[in-house]
């Protein structure tokens, strides 16, 4: 199976917001997410979004069920196939992070995100998903999520000077480590 192309901001089928999922466990469903895993793992992501690859679907992937080597700081994030996602922020508490994206390579962004928040929707088969994450894990969520509203993170910038090249911000981080 070839790997599917990651698309990049520009492209106005990132700008969609994408359909609910109606059917769970079908052989349609277990290719696209086989396809995403593809394509996260060349690109060396923590997360990927239907949309990403082209699909107009409300699905995404996330987490690497191990030590990121491109966020040594953060914690583990189970690896999580979630359908049909609905995010409820706990508080109304921000938290800025530098963000990446495999489909905006080699820029970063600071990035307020909710700093708690409970997350709910469905795996694979259609059985219920329920956590209540916080930090990092809580924002890997966030920024997947927007994806599916057609929302790319240089879009919630609040200070556009906190926005730019990896290589330049950071010297000595591989420019190539987006989420």
Same mark, same amino acid.
């Given at each position: 199976?070839?790997?599917?192309?990651? +698309?990049?901001?520009?492209? @106005?089928?990132?700008?969609?917001?994408? &359909?609910?999922? !109606?059917?769970? *466990?079908?052989? /349609? +469903?277990?290719?696209?997410? @086989?396809?995403?895993?593809?394509?996260? &793992?060349?690109? !060396?992501?923590? *997360?990927?979004? /239907?949309?990403?690859?082209?699909?107009?679907?409300?699905?995404?992937?996330?987490?690497?069920? !191990?030590?990121?080597?491109?966020?040594?700081?953060?914690?583990?994030?189970?690896?999580?196939?979630?359908?049909?996602?609905?995010?409820?922020?706990?508080?109304?508490?921000?938290?800025?992070?530098?963000?990446?994206?495999?489909?905006?390579?080699?820029?970063?962004?600071?990035?307020?995100?909710?700093?708690?928040?409970?997350?709910?929707?469905?795996?694979?088969?259609?059985?219920?998903?329920?956590?209540?994450?916080?930090?990092?894990?809580?924002?890997?969520?966030?920024?997947?999520?927007?994806?599916?509203?057609?929302?790319?993170?240089?879009?919630?910038?609040?200070?556009?000077?906190?926005?730019?090249?990896?290589?330049?911000?950071?010297?000595?981080?591989?420019?190539?480590?987006?989420?």
């Amino acid at each position: 199976m070839q790997v599917r192309d990651i +698309l990049k901001m520009g492209d @106005a089928r990132l700008l969609r917001v994408a &359909q609910p999922v !109606q059917q769970f *466990g079908t052989q /349609a +469903l277990h290719d696209l997410v @086989a396809e995403m895993e593809q394509a996260m &793992q060349k690109a !060396q992501g923590v *997360g990927l979004a /239907a949309p990403q690859i082209g699909e107009d679907l409300q699905v995404v992937i996330f987490g690497t069920g !191990q030590a990121n080597p491109r966020y040594p700081e953060a914690p583990v994030v189970p690896k999580t196939v979630l359908i049909n996602p609905v995010l409820e922020p706990m508080g109304v508490e921000l938290e800025d992070g530098w963000e990446g994206c495999l489909s905006v390579p080699g820029m970063r962004g600071l990035v307020p995100r909710f700093k708690h928040l409970k997350y709910k929707g469905f795996d694979l088969q259609g059985q219920a998903i329920e956590r209540e994450v916080s930090g990092f894990h809580a924002r890997v969520v966030q920024h997947e999520c927007d994806h599916l509203m057609g929302v790319l993170y240089p879009m919630r910038i609040k200070d556009m000077a906190q926005f730019g090249f990896a290589d330049v911000l950071f010297p000595g981080l591989d420019s190539n480590s987006d989420d």
